[in-house]
């Protein structure tokens, strides 16, 4: 399917579960939203995490070859908030609350996990990268044709 044939009436609509303080949040920018971009060969997800640190080992991010993705971490609590060499004592805090959270959701076909790439992006925004799952077709002498 190419870009170009994607309609306003065809995007995706996956189903999204959100659990722990991704579900409660009620003011700020929400947790949890995912955007999903497709092409010839892979799948693009950007999922918004604000709040979420992502230099730390907090969160984790499993991808199935069904497709499948869950996402699991935990938005910190702190009393500051440190800008290059200086620090912030929080006055009102309306980012997610903090807490454990976990993101689900399908990509619209199969993927091969290990040809991905998983990246933190500025503003909150974990970036997954995933080739589509493929299956090569062979010739009747076992060589390599193309891709199914």
Known sequence: MKSEQ????????????LSGSAADTVIGPPLGRVD??????????????????????KVKCNIERSGRVDIEGVVTESQFVKNSSKEFK????????????KISFNLPGPVDPRLSSISFK??????VVVMKFRVPQLSANGMF???L
């Open 6 to 17: 994607l309609s306003e009436s065809t995007l995706l609509k996956p189903l999204v579960t």
């Open 36 to 57: 999903i971009g497709v092409n010839e060969s892979a799948y693009i997800c950007r999922v918004s995490l604000p709040g979420v640190r992502g230099n730390d080992d």
């Open 90 to 101: 929080i006055a009102l805090q309306q980012l997610s609350p903090p807490g454990p959270f």
């Open 122 to 127: 500025p503003g909150g925004i974990l970036e």
């Open 145 to 147: 044709e193309k891709w």
